[in-house]
T-cell receptor, first 113, second 111 residues
Framework: DVKVTQSSRYLVKRTGEKVFLECVQD?????MFWYRQDPGLGLRLIYF???????EKGDIPEGYSVSREKKERFSLILESASTNQTSMYLC????????????FGDGTRLSIL | DAKTTQPPSMDCAEGRAANLPCNHS???????VYWYRQIHSQGPQYIIH???NNETNEMASLIITEDRKSSTLILPHATLRDTAVYYC????????????FGKGTTLSVSS
């Protein structure tokens, strides 16, 4: 089975802090994604990576950056956390094929105080 | 915007089949139908997907109409652990495309 592991289930940080969210997958998937999920807004794509060191902006990249130094690991960085970044963050991975499903981690519920 | 329409909620008795409908009347020829579910406070779980043929796996069956404008997810013997929000998604056959979740169907399984 595909395993996508996110480093923390719950995280509390303060405004202005630099926050790192880590995601690791064990299926040698080329594509990895970071989404955030908010009530009433559904799932929104923050960033997408299709290879090591490659990234593309999603729909809401402002305030975020990403890092993909190894194929299995995709990190989301909040450069200076703000209260409007309080959300559920979801990482997903898939093969670089259009007919394959994305597999999600359990999510990180991040609160910025 | 989501390209699918699902009923907001459904109830099912434990042990019975749960049939969850989805309308995707504007689906294109290269778009797949995917089903995910999400249990409260967890990440979405992939269930099944298909293009035009019916599909079955260990979790569920997917029935797609011949014109592909609608589909039904079938959980053959629902259990209490199947209580979740179920999302039907259409997505093109293109690597790297984001998933767009609509409001989904909240399935409540009761004993």
């Amino acid at each position: 089975d595909v395993k996508v592991t996110q480093s923390s289930r719950y995280l509390v940080k303060r405004t202005g802090e630099k926050v790192f969210l880590e995601c690791v997958q064990d299926m040698d998937h080329e594509n990895m994604f970071w989404y955030r999920q908010d009530p009433g807004l559904g799932l929104r794509l923050i960033y997408f990576s299709y290879d090591v060191k490659m990234k593309e902006k999603g729909d809401i990249p402002e305030g975020y950056s990403v890092s993909r130094e190894k194929k299995e690991r995709f990190s989301l960085i909040l450069e200076s956390a703000s209260t409007n970044q309080t959300s559920m963050y979801l990482c997903a991975s898939t093969l670089h094929r259009g007919d394959q499903p994305q597999h999600f981690g359990d999510g990180t519920r991040l609160s910025i105080l | 915007d989501a390209k699918t329409t699902q009923p907001p909620s459904m109830d099912c008795a434990e042990g019975r089949a749960a049939n969850l409908p989805c309308n995707h009347s504007t689906i294109s020829g290269n778009e797949y139908v995917y089903w995910y579910r999400q249990i409260h406070s967890q990440g979405p779980q992939y269930i099944i997907h298909g293009l035009k043929n019916n599909e079955t796996n260990e979790m569920a069956s997917l029935i797609i109409t011949e014109d592909r404008k609608s589909s039904t997810l079938i959980l053959p013997h629902a259990t209490l652990r199947d209580t979740a929000v179920y999302y039907c998604i259409v997505r093109p056959n293109q690597a790297g495309t984001a998933l767009i979740f609509g409001k989904g169907t909240t399935l409540s399984v009761s004993s």
